[in-house]
């Protein structure tokens, strides 16, 4: 499945939005459960799913997630969210939700504006591309999954 830059830029200002109106704060009403990032967003194929119904290549997130943990049971809880290397997977086991908010809430801002400022015809058919993690000089190699193209990364390299 591919997505374009635009489509993308919107699921990730939607989720923005999601977690600046406490959408992944633990409930009120259930205060010893809270939603998982991403994996309970609207922007999720399977949201509201006991089990995955779509696989999670067919999900945008997928082209931020490194090779490695595309065969994750939750590959989007494997995005380097910062220049350490936080992951949601990371952030959440260290147990801090605020930590957790505020690294994923500056992921998603870079993110949304780097994409934004990216020339549209930048693309030169490549199927591998260099991003740069989170807007930091930190180089990270994403590759679109299996059977997807992209058409919408290019060489982010800022000196």
Not at 49 to 70: A, G, I, M, Q, W
Not at 99 to 118: H, M
Request: hydrophobic letters at 30%; charged letters at 25%.
């Amino acid at each position: 499945m591919t997505f374009d830059k635009n489509e993308i830029i919107d699921n990730l200002k939607l989720e923005l939005e999601v977690l600046e109106k406490g959408g992944y704060a633990p409930s009120v009403v259930e205060p010893h459960w809270a939603p998982r990032v991403f994996r309970d967003s609207v922007s999720c194929p399977n949201l509201g799913l006991d089990f995955k119904v779509e696989p999670c290549s067919n999900c945008y997130l997928t082209y931020f997630v490194p090779t490695e943990h595309r065969d994750k049971e939750t590959p989007c809880h494997h995005i380097p969210l910062n220049e350490r290397g936080d992951t949601v997977a990371s952030l959440s086991q260290a147990g801090d939700n605020k930590l957790l908010q505020s690294t994923l809430r500056s992921w998603l801002q870079k993110t949304i504006f780097r994409l934004a400022e990216e020339p549209e015809d930048s693309n030169s058919g490549k199927e591998e591309h260099l991003l740069l993690s989170s807007g930091d000089r930190r180089p990270c190699l994403l590759q679109p999954a299996e059977g997807q193209t992209s058409s919408f990364y290019s060489a982010a390299r800022r000196g």
